[in-house]
């Protein structure tokens, strides 16, 4: 059974940093490309993060320059160190795993966790 | 970044009633495009990618077309368990995006 389970979420002050955590279980991680997402409370989904099984990362705008995503194969985790933390960045982050379609193009979600919640708050 | 507008942004509908979600993109995305599913405090679950195809164990009851710029998520036949918020998402390009939502209510 394919299961991720996020951790590292906690109340930080603006300016501050974090690093989360997804714990991969059920499938070979090193060959599923990753990514992070948020949710703002009452808010819709907002596209964070990815990287790819050869470590190649893309980032959204918001977050470039200070979120760094990386993959810890050996211990089938993923992470996200998210520094200069402002009040926006205030969520329930979930990690995602993406599995490739017909002919290998396009990774498309299929897994879900069940989010960590982070609080920028002085 | 690709803008990814869905409609309505709410819905009510009843048990048993079919409804449709449509999803545009602001340029094309071939067909890379998924449909979740998210219910009030729990993490989304993925119903649909590549435009059409069902996710493994989602009922046939949900059905998607479309490409290029133009999709609709299609429930057919709802039950009480289908009332959730449904997103839709383009992967063609990074970033990937997402529409805002459509919260499905029960008439």
């Known amino acids: 059974e394919v299961q991720l389970v996020e951790s590292g979420g906690g109340l930080v002050q603006p300016g501050g940093s974090l690093r989360l955590s997804c714990a991969a279980s059920g499938f070979i991680f090193s060959t599923y490309d990753m990514h992070w997402v948020r949710q703002a409370t009452g808010e819709g989904l907002e596209w964070v993060s990815y990287?790819?099984?050869?470590?190649?990362?893309h980032y959204s705008g918001s977050v470039k320059g200070r979120f760094t995503i990386s993959r810890e194969n050996a211990e089938n985790s993923l992470y996200l160190q998210m520094n200069s933390l402002t009040a926006g960045d205030t969520a329930v982050y979930y990690c995602a795993r993406a599995r490739p379609g017909i002919g290998g193009e396009r990774w498309y979600f299929d897994y879900w966790g069940q989010g960590t919640l982070v609080t920028v708050s002085s | 970044d690709i803008q990814m507008t869905q409609s309505p942004s709410s819905l009510s509908a009843s048990v048993g009633d079919r409804v449709t979600i449509t999803c545009r993109a602001s340029?094309?995305?071939?067909?890379?495009l998924a449909w979740f599913q998210q219910k009030p405090g729990k993490a989304p679950e993925s119903l649909i990618h590549?435009?059409?195809s069902l996710q493994s164990g989602v009922p046939s009851k949900f059905s998607g077309s479309g490409s290029g710029t133009d999709f609709t998520l299609t429930i057919s036949s709802l039950q009480p368990e289908d009332f959730a918020t449904y997103y839709c998402?383009?992967?063609?390009?990074?970033?990937?995006?997402f529409g805002q939502g459509t919260k499905l209510e029960i008439k």
């Open positions: 590549a435009a059409s």
């Open positions: 998402q383009q992967y063609n390009t990074f970033p990937y995006t």
């Open positions: 340029q094309g995305i071939s067909t890379y």
């Open positions: 990287i790819g099984t050869m470590g190649d990362t």
